[in-house]
Nanobody, 120 residues
Framework: VQLQASGGGLVQAGGSLRLSCAAT????????MSWYRQTPGKQRELVAT???????NYADSVKGRFTISRNKPENTVLLQMTGLKSEDTAVYYC???????????????WGQGTQVTVSS
């Protein structure tokens, strides 16, 4: 599975951005898909997750501002970000949990990251 993230950029505080992540390759094993973010010197943190059934979970810091969605036939996951704050500035990564092996286990696949910069 290969993941290609796009949509990052520079935006003013209060603005919006939409991140997109497209999965290619052997995608039938994809289970949950997520967005993470990371700033220099800090651990990568989970932003939002969406299951195969569409169940969503969000970090407390983004609840009510970010929305994760998924187009399963197209193997894409979106992150709509509104009300952006300077503390949202980070490199955003998409991640897919993929069923692999026999017996089946879950492996993490990562996209290359896209920079989001929010100016105050």
């Amino acid at each position: 599975v290969q993941l290609q993230a796009s949509g990052g950029g520079l935006v003013q505080a209060g603005g919006s951005l939409r991140l997109s992540c497209a999965a290619t390759g052997t995608t039938f094993g994809i289970r949950a898909m997520s967005w993470y973010r990371q700033t220099p010197g800090k651990q990568r943190e989970l932003v939002a997750t969406i299951s195969t059934d569409g169940d969503q979970n969000y970090a407390d810091s983004v609840k009510g501002r970010f929305t994760i969605s998924r187009n399963k036939p197209e193997n894409t996951v979106l992150l709509q970000m509104t009300g952006l704050k300077s503390e949202d500035t980070a490199v955003y990564y998409c991640q897919a949990k993929v069923a692999v092996g026999s017996p089946r286990g879950l492996a993490d696949f990562w996209g290359q990251g896209t920079q989001v910069t929010v100016s105050s």
